[in-house]
């Protein structure tokens, strides 16, 4: 990875993680402080904050993204009907529950970015193929699979459809911040900005990058997961 780099000038290639959860997840206990550690520790230029359905922890990291050197790129991972969608570059969480395509082009419409995280995995809440339409690039590397499958054929659907490709590592633990990434060429004259990432992601100058989890990790996500799904009915 190359470092953080978000005040210097002219095209350069930034290490992204664009998909990353805090304790504002029902699913996560990760705190901000611990994301953005992290992510400095690994040479992270940038990382997006992408809680389910919320956009709680956001405020808490534009104020102190600054002491960690990493660039606070907000988002959202969204619950719509046919699966879940990044919204990438807002503010405010779309509305949950209406079709994909209909949320990606909400998402459009506010300038923001719509990526398919996890494409097809249905028990992670994947989207079909015949629900992918009008989003801007799809997750073709998420660190969170034993054996790459799916991620092979996500790499596959987004090069026969001509849509961007990238990574995120889908982290709910800090130890797993940065494991995939998506290094994104950025046109940044006027230094390094989140319109500057996205621009650079809109306009397929994107490569994913990673490893996947090993086993143990794989399982401990999922029992932390339903941990947390109990407590929260308790």
């Known amino acids: 990875m190359s470092g953080p780099a978000q005040d210097s000038r002219g095209p350069q290639t930034l290490a992204v ?71 990438l570059g807002v503010d405010d969480p779309p509305a949950t529950g209406r079709p994909l395509s209909e949320t990606a082009r909400a998402v459009r419409e506010s300038g923001g970015l719509a990526v398919v995280p996890h494409p097809f995995q249905t028990f992670r809440h994947g989207a079909s193929r015949r629900a992918i339409r009008d989003v801007d690039a799809v997750e073709v590397y998420n660190a969170h699979t034993l054996t790459g499958f799916r991620n092979g054929q996500a790499r596959r659907y987004a090069r026969r459809q001509g849509l961007p490709g990238t990574g995120g590592s889908d982290a709910h633990r800090p130890a797993l911040v940065g494991q995939a990434y998506t290094a994104v060429s950025v046109e940044a004259d006027g230094g390094v900005t989140t319109d500057a990432i996205l621009d650079g992601i809109r306009a397929g100058r994107t490569v994913a990058r990673g490893t996947r989890t090993t086993a143990r990790q794989y399982l401990r996500k999922y029992a932390l997961n339903a941990r947390l799904k109990t407590a929260s009915f308790l």
């Open 17 to 87: 993680d664009l998909h990353v959860h805090t304790d504002a997840s029902y699913d996560c206990e990760m705190s901000v402080e611990a994301v953005l550690a992290r992510a400095a520790a690994v040479g992270l230029d940038a990382v997006a904050i992408t809680d389910h359905d919320s956009v709680g922890a956001l405020s808490r990291a534009f104020d102190i993204a600054h002491e960690y050197g990493v660039r606070v790129v907000p988002g959202v991972e969204v619950s719509t009907g046919d699966g879940h969608l990044l919204a």
